[in-house]
């Protein structure tokens, strides 16, 4: 078992008893809630005569369903407008603080927790979906958890847990032009498989993590869940604290932001912790890199042939052969070169300022091609806002790219966002399932911001470092 | 508005100590929950009626025709054991996945492997998930498609599933096995129990404001 290390830390923090049933009783610091996976809990509370026991440890924002277009009410869609009257009224009667799209903090909920600095190092985060692992970035303990959970979370501020194991990811090296953090997560799920992760935490570590932004942290813990690993984390540090200072949370507190500051220290990872297991991955070697497949581990490198399944371990061929059949590929073939429809720039996984002046440094004075639907959905109006501010609209909107309100999108078309009939989507989200864009004939190559950028200029899936002038912000 | 206190619910969760019934088969690897349930169906404030749309772009095409699908056929009526392979379940945490398959009727779910949120979600329901080597699980599958009216016992305490002459040794993880068989599923109740403890546990943290987990709230 795992001892000293900040997941080690922050369970022990937090847990209030050991459960008859071998499960830990931990007490929650931060429960995130959405529209989509919480009306059925609170349903069950209400069910049940129970209030929600810490409001003030909630906080609830609408993402999914939101449409990004026009945006007045009663939306035209009446499933949506249901769902966020129905999470409107809950927010109410429990005197849950909303950030709902007329505050100017409406966005996804992965977007705005750690922009507002609800999120903090050495909290326990869950919400309602699996992309919580986000939080991690932060140092803090975060997983996504299904409506029965939520209700208990609601009812006691706690959820049962069995402890699980940390696996420290090492990624060294520096990171090459062109590659970003994204290609890092893309090429881990790709080694460590999809269910590699089951049963794991995984710890980011090495100075390729160390080295990114918290915005690059957060792309990665993100997706820990792609690999079956429910929660990731990063160590907090310098970079860590850089970003609180700025939040709501402590911005006009320096004083709360000194109090707190030790614990976040006294959480870390101790030099001489010990792990269930530990990955080394050489980051220098890492390429931009994308999905062939229908499953988030069903990546290559840019320039690296598409595997053919007979080469790939036994379990892993038949899903490998139903993939390259939807998505129209060859084995021995790169991606280099697939033809695509839409570029999707937006999702949890990567919507954040940094992404998005990334790609648009990158779009300036080049235009979408001609056949490409492009579209920028930022992930939250504070990103909006500040992308504004700073002219990034503009610049997508005279490329050719249509400027959206933020939301999920077409990340998982549950709003107006989705892809038609066979359409291949360049998209910067965390999920390639068969339908998961809205048509179950449509297909989603996953990679970088930067490289959606360059498919939508070119209209085909490109490896950016062979186009001019690649900028990095 | 009264002060907000945590029950400790109603009546303990009931046991389920075994599940018996025919079976259906439904194979591959990496099933995710997209597939289980697609998000469109999830624009609904209740989790009723969700069993209809059990894998249904699996199950229909753009024109509501049936396409092949187990869920789709006549022999597996009624069953209730579902048999699966590796990482089913990955992805998306909805719930509304293992929900929509309790509805259709299925109360365990038996495979090579499960992704952690969705197996956490069906014990939440009481519905256990029943893991098992690749090979028996191939066999049963290959059983249950001959003998679609033959019964499957799985035994969630001795951790067996048994059918025709064959006894599979199988695992239900530890943790689900306890709360199944001793009826201790239903975690609201269980933790609502220990409310003083809770409280203690949040004031020790420096990063929650006393005022937030006081006992009497205005």
Redesign the interface.
């Given at each position: 078992m795992s001892e000293g290390t900040l997941y080690d830390k922050v369970w022990d923090r937090h847990k209030v008893t050991r459960l008859p049933t071998g499960q830990d009783q931990l007490f929650v610091g931060l429960h995130l809630v959405h529209e989509v996976t919480s009306p059925q809990a609170f349903g069950m509370l209400q069910e049940r005569g129970q209030e929600v026991a810490f409001p003030e440890r909630t906080h609830a924002t609408v993402d999914h369903i939101v449409p990004t277009g026009n945006r007045d009410r009663p939306y035209r869609d009446d499933a949506a407008e249901s769902m966020m009257a129905e999470l409107e009224e809950n927010v109410r009667d429990s005197g849950i603080d909303f950030s709902d799209p007329d505050s100017g903090d409406q966005g996804i909920v992965h977007v705005i927790g750690p922009e507002q600095g609800l999120t903090q190092p050495g909290m326990t985060i869950v919400c309602g979906d699996s992309h919580t692992s986000t939080h991690g970035a932060f140092g803090a303990l975060a997983f996504g958890i299904g409506t029965s959970q939520i209700r208990d979370v609601l009812a006691t501020g706690c959820v049962a847990m069995e402890k699980q194991k940390v696996r420290k990811i090492e990624v060294t090296g520096e990171l090459g032009e062109g590659v970003t953090a994204k290609d890092v997560i893309l090429t881990i799920i790709g080694k460590l498989g999809t269910d590699g992760g089951v049963g794991y935490v995984y710890e980011y570590a090495g100075e390729a993590i160390e080295d990114l932004g918290m915005e690059g942290r957060m792309s990665i813990c993100n997706m820990s869940i792609e690999g079956g690993a429910r929660a990731g984390y990063v160590n907090p540090d310098e970079t860590t604290y850089e970003w609180l200072k700025g939040t709501d949370a402590f911005a006009d507190d320096p004083e709360e932001f000194e109090r707190l500051k030790p614990y976040w220290e006294s959480i870390r990872t101790d030099d001489d912790a010990e792990y269930d297991d530990v990955v080394t991955i050489d980051g220098s070697a890492i390429e931009p890199t994308v999905t062939w497949g229908t499953t988030p581990g069903q990546t290559a490198g840019i320039t690296e042939p598409i595997p053919d399944p007979d080469d790939l371990p036994e379990e892993d061929r038949d899903t490998a052969r139903r993939a390259q059949k939807h998505m129209r590929v060859e084995p021995g073939d790169t991606m280099e070169g697939y033809d695509i429809d839409v570029a999707f720039l937006g999702s949890c996984t990567n919507a954040r300022l940094k992404d998005l002046r990334e790609a648009a440094a990158f779009v300036e004075g080049r235009e979408v091609a001609d056949d490409v639907r492009a579209m920028v959905v930022p992930g939250s109006q504070r990103v909006r806002d500040a992308a504004e501010a700073e002219g990034l609209d503009e610049v997508f909107k005279e490329a050719g790219f249509d400027w959206r309100e933020p939301g999920c999108s077409m990340c998982l078309g549950m709003n107006d966002d989705q892809l038609e009939g066979d359409e291949a989507s360049a998209s910067s989200s965390n999920r390639n399932f068969v339908g998961r864009q809205g048509s179950k004939d449509g297909r989603t190559v996953l990679m970088s911001p930067i490289m959606v950028a360059a498919a939508a200029v070119t209209g085909e899936v490109t490896d950016v470092r062979e186009m001019e002038e690649v900028a990095t912000v | 508005?009264?002060s907000?206190?945590?029950?400790a619910?109603?009546a303990p969760a009931e046991k389920v100590t075994e599940v018996s019934g025919t079976g259906i088969p439904v194979r591959?690897?990496?099933i995710?929950t997209?597939?289980i349930i697609?998000?469109?169906f999830?624009?609904?404030?209740?989790?009723d009626g969700l069993g209809q749309f059990s894998f249904f772009?699996q199950r229909f095409d753009?024109d509501d025709n049936e396409k092949d699908h187990p869920f789709n056929e006549e022999q597996y009526r009624g069953a209730n054991v579902l048999v699966v392979n590796?990482?089913f379940g990955?992805?998306?945490?909805?719930?509304?996945a293992?929900?929509a398959l309790m509805r259709w009727g299925i109360d365990a779910v038996v495979g090579e492997?499960f992704?952690?949120?969705f197996a956490?979600?069906c014990l939440?329901?009481g519905v256990p998930t029943v893991t098992a080597d690749?090979d028996d699980i191939e066999a049963l599958q290959d059983y249950v498609e001959a003998n679609p009216d033959a019964e499957v016992d799985i035994d969630v305490a001795a951790e067996t599933i048994t059918y025709d002459d064959t006894v599979i040794d199988a695992e239900v993880h530890?943790?689900q096995r306890?709360?199944l068989v001793?009826g201790?599923?239903d975690?609201?109740a269980?933790?609502?129990a220990?409310?003083e403890?809770?409280r203690e546990?949040?004031r020790?943290?420096?990063?929650?404001?006393a005022?937030?987990?006081a006992e009497d709230e205005a």
């Amino acid at each position: 078992m795992s001892e000293g290390t900040l997941y080690d830390k922050v369970w022990d923090r937090h847990k209030v008893t050991r459960l008859p049933t071998g499960q830990d009783q931990l007490f929650v610091g931060l429960h995130l809630v959405h529209e989509v996976t919480s009306p059925q809990a609170f349903g069950m509370l209400q069910e049940r005569g129970q209030e929600v026991a810490f409001p003030e440890r909630t906080h609830a924002t609408v993402d999914h369903i939101v449409p990004t277009g026009n945006r007045d009410r009663p939306y035209r869609d009446d499933a949506a407008e249901s769902m966020m009257a129905e999470l409107e009224e809950n927010v109410r009667d429990s005197g849950i603080d909303f950030s709902d799209p007329d505050s100017g903090d409406q966005g996804i909920v992965h977007v705005i927790g750690p922009e507002q600095g609800l999120t903090q190092p050495g909290m326990t985060i869950v919400c309602g979906d699996s992309h919580t692992s986000t939080h991690g970035a932060f140092g803090a303990l975060a997983f996504g958890i299904g409506t029965s959970q939520i209700r208990d979370v609601l009812a006691t501020g706690c959820v049962a847990m069995e402890k699980q194991k940390v696996r420290k990811i090492e990624v060294t090296g520096e990171l090459g032009e062109g590659v970003t953090a994204k290609d890092v997560i893309l090429t881990i799920i790709g080694k460590l498989g999809t269910d590699g992760g089951v049963g794991y935490v995984y710890e980011y570590a090495g100075e390729a993590i160390e080295d990114l932004g918290m915005e690059g942290r957060m792309s990665i813990c993100n997706m820990s869940i792609e690999g079956g690993a429910r929660a990731g984390y990063v160590n907090p540090d310098e970079t860590t604290y850089e970003w609180l200072k700025g939040t709501d949370a402590f911005a006009d507190d320096p004083e709360e932001f000194e109090r707190l500051k030790p614990y976040w220290e006294s959480i870390r990872t101790d030099d001489d912790a010990e792990y269930d297991d530990v990955v080394t991955i050489d980051g220098s070697a890492i390429e931009p890199t994308v999905t062939w497949g229908t499953t988030p581990g069903q990546t290559a490198g840019i320039t690296e042939p598409i595997p053919d399944p007979d080469d790939l371990p036994e379990e892993d061929r038949d899903t490998a052969r139903r993939a390259q059949k939807h998505m129209r590929v060859e084995p021995g073939d790169t991606m280099e070169g697939y033809d695509i429809d839409v570029a999707f720039l937006g999702s949890c996984t990567n919507a954040r300022l940094k992404d998005l002046r990334e790609a648009a440094a990158f779009v300036e004075g080049r235009e979408v091609a001609d056949d490409v639907r492009a579209m920028v959905v930022p992930g939250s109006q504070r990103v909006r806002d500040a992308a504004e501010a700073e002219g990034l609209d503009e610049v997508f909107k005279e490329a050719g790219f249509d400027w959206r309100e933020p939301g999920c999108s077409m990340c998982l078309g549950m709003n107006d966002d989705q892809l038609e009939g066979d359409e291949a989507s360049a998209s910067s989200s965390n999920r390639n399932f068969v339908g998961r864009q809205g048509s179950k004939d449509g297909r989603t190559v996953l990679m970088s911001p930067i490289m959606v950028a360059a498919a939508a200029v070119t209209g085909e899936v490109t490896d950016v470092r062979e186009m001019e002038e690649v900028a990095t912000v | 508005m009264s002060s907000p206190e945590f029950s400790a619910g109603e009546a303990p969760a009931e046991k389920v100590t075994e599940v018996s019934g025919t079976g259906i088969p439904v194979r591959g690897n990496d099933i995710d929950t997209d597939q289980i349930i697609p998000a469109r169906f999830m624009k609904v404030v209740t989790f009723d009626g969700l069993g209809q749309f059990s894998f249904f772009d699996q199950r229909f095409d753009d024109d509501d025709n049936e396409k092949d699908h187990p869920f789709n056929e006549e022999q597996y009526r009624g069953a209730n054991v579902l048999v699966v392979n590796a990482n089913f379940g990955c992805g998306s945490s909805r719930e509304h996945a293992p929900q929509a398959l309790m509805r259709w009727g299925i109360d365990a779910v038996v495979g090579e492997s499960f992704a952690e949120i969705f197996a956490g979600n069906c014990l939440a329901l009481g519905v256990p998930t029943v893991t098992a080597d690749q090979d028996d699980i191939e066999a049963l599958q290959d059983y249950v498609e001959a003998n679609p009216d033959a019964e499957v016992d799985i035994d969630v305490a001795a951790e067996t599933i048994t059918y025709d002459d064959t006894v599979i040794d199988a695992e239900v993880h530890d943790a689900q096995r306890k709360a199944l068989v001793e009826g201790v599923w239903d975690t609201t109740a269980l933790m609502g129990a220990n409310e003083e403890a809770v409280r203690e546990t949040a004031r020790s943290l420096p990063y929650v404001p006393a005022e937030h987990v006081a006992e009497d709230e205005a």
